[in-house]
């Protein structure tokens, strides 16, 4: 007799182990903590500086970096979520960042200059620091040389020069064939000191005046205005250079009073532009960052002509001879049409020119 076969066995379904979060236990929560007031902190530098008008030094530094904290924070924050990816936390914090670094920056990325078919009279502006003609680091051993090979390359009708003396101005006219109104900074009328120059070119644009005056009425520091005009259409320039930092032997413990002496030159600026009447264009090393409180104040009035009609960041200058920012702008008043914007290679100085292309329309029949 056979023996009878067992049934099979069956086998249960194989159980579910549970997946863990991968939260980083308490050094992932810390992490988020730390990645939490990061975030607040740079959110914080933001507002300030775009607020504050006499910063202290450590806020002077941050806000001309911004744009850097923006990115290194942008790449911490992918980062620990890589790590983290359970810590709903960190991807709110990364898109809040991006979000406001867009709604910072995000306008100069496209060019958003008007058609190239707009009708008018056309005005092509340059702002150059041309550091008194000493030379930068691909000016082929004849800085003075580079500099007007390149100006006469713009074909520029009017230019705003800093750190330009008045000798260095009359070889920029004889060679350029510009007609220029110069001061030294402090106004002292010394030939060789180093100064700011509207200039224009005269075959194009009449010159019909050209002085200088100072910022505040109580400080020395100079800006120069001009007066042009073509077809009956007058356009004022300010061409400024608001006042540096300098070393000295406290280091830079003085920028709080230089940033709050840029305030007052700015607003003192603004002040007197929306007085004018006629187009008008302020141009020039302004010292500083766009994040600043003073570029604040002036995008409230005026138009930045490289965030209009540029593409990227248009760095002029090399902090520590390798960090890129812009320092040197040119702002315009609504009547003008932005038709483009670049910031040229040349190396003939530390910093790099800035050229606009701009449109002046008609004006507008009076109604009767």
Sequence with gaps: MSATPEPPVERGAPSLRPVRARKGGTTGLVLTVLALAVVGALLGLTWAGRVSRSPPTALIAGVTVLPYLYGLTVAVLFGLWSALPDRRL??????L??????????PAWPSWSS???QAGTPLRVVTWNVRRLWG???????????????LRRTQADVLSLQEVSAKDVELLERELGLVCTQIDYLGTGARA???VAGCVRPDVWTFRSGNSARFVPDRKWRYVFLEIERSGQV???????LEPYRLAAGG???AAE???NQGDQSAELLRRVTRFRDPTLLSGDFNSTRDASLHVALRGLLRDGFEHGGRGFGPTFFLSDWLPIRIDFTYVTPDFVIRGAEVLPDGCSDHRALLIDLVLPPPRPESG
Excluded: F, K, Y
């Excluded at 960190?90 to 898109?95: D, E, K, R, V």
């Design 97 to 106: 960042v991006v979000m406001v670094g867009v709604g910072l920056w995000g």
């Design 136 to 150: 930068g680091p691909d000016d082929g051993d004849d800085p003075a040389r580079c500099v007007i090979e390149t």
């Design 90 to 95: 960190l991807p709110l914090l990364l898109g």
């Design 258 to 260: 230089v940033r709050a």
């Design 115 to 117: 058609s190239t078919e």
């Design 193 to 195: 000191a180093g100064g």
């Design 235 to 241: 356009v004022n320039l300010l061409a400024v250079h």
């Design 252 to 254: 830079l413990q003085h």
